[in-house]
């Protein structure tokens, strides 16, 4: 299967609002993506601000990044997301989005890569120290879903 790598256009906005709610469950995220529209959608991830792997011309899963403090000291720090389309699970797209989304960070200037993920998500957590994300913290009892208390875990990987 070839995979190929674009950012995001705005024309894109339904058919990512489409992979986000099939992604994005209380399994594996706090709240979920509901945007009213897709002009809400863009406000949230302007065109240009998700890395798409495509597969066919499909999108099969993207890397997305902002920055968790909107200030000049901070410019160096992007926090990820990464989806997959669940008809592209094993197919290795998540390890290409990390390996282009890297290369992507770096050429925007960003030295340090953070994220969040539940500590239930045993498969995302897996993967993240795979790639040599280590883990910076964790606030415990986070979140309170379907009747129990998750800790989110922060992890970090310098690049």
């Known amino acids: 299967m070839k995979v190929t790598f674009r950012l995001s256009e705005r024309h894109d906005a339904a ?17 979920l993506n509901n945007y009213e529209s897709t002009e ?7 065109p240009g601000s998700e890395l798409l792997a495509l597969c066919d ?12 403090i909107p200030l000049p ?4 720090v992007a926090e990820l997301a990464i989806a997959v389309h669940p008809d592209y699970h094993g ?5 290409a989005l990390m390996m282009e989304g890297e290369v992507w960070m770096r050429r925007l200037g960003k030295k340090k890569l953070s994220l969040r993920v539940m500590a239930t998500n045993a498969r995302a ?3 993240y120290k795979k790639y040599g994300f280590l883990t910076q913290g964790v606030l415990p009892q986070e979140f309170y879903i379907n009747g129990h208390y998750v800790d989110d875990v922060m992890m970090y990987k310098m690049l």
């Not at 809400?40 to 302007?46: D, V």
């Not at 011309?57 to 997305?64: C, E, K, L, M, R």
């Open 125 to 127: 957590l897996s993967f």
């Open 91 to 95: 197919a290795g797209i998540a390890q």
């Open 40 to 46: 809400n959608y863009l406000e949230k991830s302007p």
């Open 57 to 68: 011309d499909v999108i099969a899963g993207y890397f997305s990044y902002r920055s968790p």
């Open 15 to 31: 058919a990512l609002i489409a992979l986000n709610r099939l992604v994005w469950n209380n399994d594996n995220a706090p709240i």
């Open 73 to 76: 000291a901070n410019a160096h």
